[in-house]
């Protein structure tokens, strides 16, 4: 009887460990698994470094849903309201519209 409670009280307390630790597990958003190669890229706060980005842009709306679009595919945004494009490398620089303009802000 004292083998079977000893047993009982010990499975408890690992399916509480394994709870808690899948809680913390869920909480932590700073890294996320992508690919087939399964590496762990950082996540980027799009729309705030696009906002800052395109503050002092004649059209801010429009540069920020560009700006979004480029943040989501190249998975960067230069730093700085203007230039830079070269930071995030050909993904960024390389993207255009249906007229064949710069995309990316």
Same mark, same amino acid.
């Not at 996320?32 to 729309?47: E, F, H, P, S, W």
């Not at 395109?54 to 849903?65: A, F, I, Y």
């Given at each position: 009887?004292?083998?079977?409670?000893?047993?009982?009280?010990?499975?408890?307390?690992? @399916?509480?460990?394994?709870?808690?630790?899948?809680?913390?597990?869920?909480?932590?958003?700073?890294?996320?698994?992508?690919?087939?190669?399964?590496?762990?890229?950082?996540?980027?706060?799009?729309? +705030?470094? @696009? !906002?800052?980005?395109?503050?002092? &842009?004649?059209? %801010? $709306?429009?540069?920020?849903?560009? =700006?979004?679009?480029?943040? /989501?595919?190249? !998975? =960067?945004? %230069? %730093?700085?309201?203007? +230039? $830079?494009?070269?930071?995030?490398?050909? =993904? /960024?620089?390389?993207?255009?519209? &249906? $007229?064949?303009?710069? !995309? @990316? %802000?």
């Amino acid at each position: 009887m004292a083998l079977r409670l000893l047993l009982l009280v010990s499975f408890l307390l690992v @399916c509480t460990i394994q709870v808690s630790s899948d809680i913390d597990l869920e909480n932590s958003h700073a890294q996320i698994v992508k690919g087939a190669n399964r590496r762990l890229l950082q996540t980027l706060d799009c729309g +705030g470094l @696009c !906002k800052e980005r395109c503050s002092l &842009h004649s059209r %801010p $709306n429009v540069c920020t849903r560009a =700006c979004g679009t480029c943040c /989501y595919r190249c !998975k =960067c945004v %230069p %730093p700085g309201t203007s +230039g $830079n494009r070269e930071v995030c490398g050909k =993904c /960024y620089t390389d993207m255009t519209t &249906h $007229n064949n303009q710069t !995309k @990316c %802000p």
